[in-house]
């Protein structure tokens, strides 16, 4: 069975530009949820939508933005990039929202800021 | 709130050495509690979870026990390899209200295995 699956693989954006990633959960997986991994540090949560809703959402500022589709694929918006937005954004995908739930994760998309 | 802490890495021993990682964490309730591994070069990986008090998560020789008295949850494992080289990093997922089912993260342990 194929895992999760996220493109691009890398990208290189300039301040002030626009991004969007995108994330494929394993078959069967209604949850989806997005991280964001800094050099060194322990990925930070983001989202998480269930079911096309939103279910959580970290501590970050209004500039991320996401989504999930009815074929519960999600795309991650961030606008306005800032140098400090350069991170690896990893993509989770789970059967539910439960604590208990494993989270599957992609291999990361790996965001540039110049 | 919710958090996380573990030990500061890198972390370097030789091939059959034991091992231990610790991690604490603070939170309402009862978390689930996880093992994330990173290898090089990999996405992140499940290594183990307990799920309430007392539960002990096993995995490829790593285990680590949910001890609630002391908010602990510490990898351990007999003998490492040199395969064993990775990032470890422990989580918790709240059980309660808008944070249930996120993951927070402590910063990472590096172990390197040299033979």
């Known amino acids: 069975d194929a895992g999760v699956t996220q493109s691009p693989t890398h990208l290189i954006k300039t301040r002030g530009q626009q991004v969007t990633l995108r994330c494929s959960p394993i078959s069967g997986h209604k949850s989806v949820s997005w991280y964001q991994q800094v050099l060194g540090q322990g990925p930070q949560f983001i989202f998480q939508?269930?079911?096309?809703?939103?279910?959580g959402r970290g501590n970050f500022p209004d500039r991320f933005s996401a989504r999930q589709f009815p074929n519960y694929s999600s795309e991650l918006n961030v606008n306005a990039l800032l140098l400090g937005d350069s991170a690896l954004y990893l993509c989770?995908?789970?059967?539910?929202?439960?604590?208990?739930?494993?989270?599957?994760f992609g291999p990361g998309t790996r965001l540039t800021v110049l | 709130g919710n958090s996380v802490t573990q030990m500061e890495g890198p972390v370097t021993l030789s091939e059959e050495a034991f091992l231990t990682i610790n991690c604490t964490y603070t939170?309402?309730?009862?978390?689930?509690l996880f093992w994330y591994v990173q290898y090089p070069g990999e996405g992140l990986q499940l290594l183990l979870k307990a799920t309430k008090a007392d539960d002990k998560g096993s995995n490829k020789g790593f285990e680590a026990t949910y001890r609630k008295e002391t908010t602990s949850f510490h990898l351990e494992k007999g003998s490492v390899q040199v395969s064993d080289s990775a990032v470890y990093f422990c989580?918790?997922?709240?059980?309660?209200?808008?944070?249930?089912?996120?993951?927070?993260f402590g910063k990472g342990t590096k172990l390197s295995v040299k033979p």
């Open positions: 939508y269930y079911e096309k809703e939103e279910r």
């Open positions: 989770a995908s789970s059967v539910g929202t439960g604590a208990s739930n494993e989270q599957f």
């Open positions: 989580a918790l997922s709240p059980n309660y209200g808008g944070s249930q089912g996120n993951l927070i």
């Open positions: 939170a309402t309730g009862y978390p689930s």
